[in-house]
């Protein structure tokens, strides 16, 4: 009987082993994985609410301010294409797109679309200074740089900006 018990000792004892080792070789690491994928998730999720708390906002934007109406639109671009000489920016073409009417909103959105030649840095200052403009409210839609070998340090760049209108009574 010693030697049937021995056997059978030696197999548990293997078993055993054979699980332990699987469990600290495979397990391990995939737990802690496992673990460190949980906790990206949640950041991942607080920064999902903080946006869409941000977003559903954006939609409920009220202007306080002093929109301009249609026929002052020309001071919104000369305003925009002053602060933008400010900061050394060339701009090749501003066009004036056709007019948008927003949902459950007291004014309208005319969207403009720009294509200019900066450096870096002064594009930069330039989009940062269009959040201070005195006449208009304006945001950016879109925005697109591209280098370009033959002007460098220079960059093409063209953006569509929204300037935002009282809504015609």
Request: proline share 3%; glycine share 4%.
């Given at each position: 009987?010693?030697?049937?018990?021995?056997?059978?000792?030696?197999?548990?004892?293997?078993?055993?082993?054979?699980?332990?080792?699987?469990?600290?070789?495979?397990?391990?690491?995939?737990?802690?994985?496992?673990r460190s994928s949980n906790h990206e998730l949640r950041v991942?999720?607080?920064?999902?609410?903080?946006?869409?708390?941000?977003?559903?906002?954006?939609?409920?934007?009220?202007?306080?301010?002093?929109?301009?109406?249609?026929?002052?639109?020309?001071?919104?671009?000369?305003?925009?294409?002053?602060?933008?000489?400010?900061?050394?920016?060339?701009?090749?073409?501003?066009?004036?797109?056709?007019?948008?009417?927003?949902?459950?909103?007291?004014?309208?959105?005319?969207?403009?679309?720009?294509?200019a030649e900066s450096e870096y840095k002064d594009l930069g200052?330039?989009?940062?200074?269009?959040?201070?403009?005195?006449?208009?409210?304006?945001?950016?839609?879109?925005?697109?740089?591209?280098?370009?070998?033959?002007?460098?340090?220079?960059?093409?760049?063209?953006?569509?900006?929204?300037?935002?209108?009282k809504r015609k009574p």
């Open positions: 009987m010693d030697i049937k018990q021995n056997h059978q000792l030696i197999i548990i004892l293997a078993i055993s082993s054979g699980a332990a080792l699987f469990f600290l070789v495979l397990m391990g690491p995939l737990s802690g994985r496992v991942v999720q607080e920064q999902l609410a903080v946006s869409r708390a941000e977003v559903e906002s954006a939609r409920k934007l009220q202007f306080n301010g002093p929109l301009l109406s249609r026929e002052e639109i020309s001071l919104a671009m000369d305003e925009i294409t002053k602060t933008g000489k400010a900061f050394n920016i060339n701009f090749f073409s501003i066009s004036p797109q056709d007019l948008e009417d927003i949902a459950d909103s007291a004014c309208q959105r005319l969207p403009v679309a720009i294509e200052l330039f989009i940062g200074a269009l959040e201070d403009l005195k006449e208009s409210v304006v945001t950016i839609r879109n925005f697109k740089m591209v280098r370009d070998q033959a002007i460098l340090p220079r960059i093409r760049s063209s953006l569509v900006i929204d300037l935002y209108l």
